[in-house]
């Protein structure tokens, strides 16, 4: 028994928390935009690792760097909003790419990016 109330004790940790500076609480945080910039208003930045162009449909494949990318986000590029047409996560569909998770998203519409780039979705 003394060996399993060992193991709770260890799993038993105090929660740290997080430290927000003062001018950044109550503030939605910070949106990551290309060049490092913060930009405001975007739900979603994606990091482009491949992208695929196949007739008038784009496929890019990369790491959400913010948010949560949604079905039902588009993209603004070249002054047109571009929707988002299906997301592939796990070679699985899905509605949602959480913060960190890496995936494939297909576009209804040509977009010119590059390895490297920030997608802002909104």
Not at 50 to 53: C, E, F, H, Q, R
Not at 55 to 60: A, C, H, M, P, R
Not at 102 to 110: D, F, K, M, R
């Given at each position: 028994?003394?060996?399993?109330?060992?193991?709770?004790?260890?799993r038993e940790k105090p929660s740290l928390g997080f430290c927000i500076p003062e001018k950044r609480q109550g503030s939605s945080?910070?949106?990551i935009a290309k060049g490092g910039e913060y930009v405001h208003g975007a739900k979603a930045s994606f990091e482009v690792t491949?992208?695929?162009?196949v007739?008038?449909?784009?496929?890019?494949?990369?790491?959400v760097l913010e948010g949560t990318l949604l079905a039902k986000h588009s993209l603004k590029s070249a002054g047109k909003d571009i929707p988002v047409k299906e997301i592939m996560a796990r070679?699985?569909?899905?509605?949602?790419?959480?913060?960190?998770e890496?995936?494939?998203?297909?576009?209804?519409?040509?977009v010119n990016a590059r390895n490297g780039d920030i997608l802002r979705f909104g």
């Open positions: 028994m003394a060996f399993l109330e060992y193991l709770r004790k260890q945080g910070p949106k491949g992208v695929y162009l007739g008038k449909e784009t496929t890019v494949i990369g790491r070679a699985q569909k899905t509605e949602k790419l959480p913060f960190g890496s995936g494939a998203v297909y576009l209804e519409g040509v």
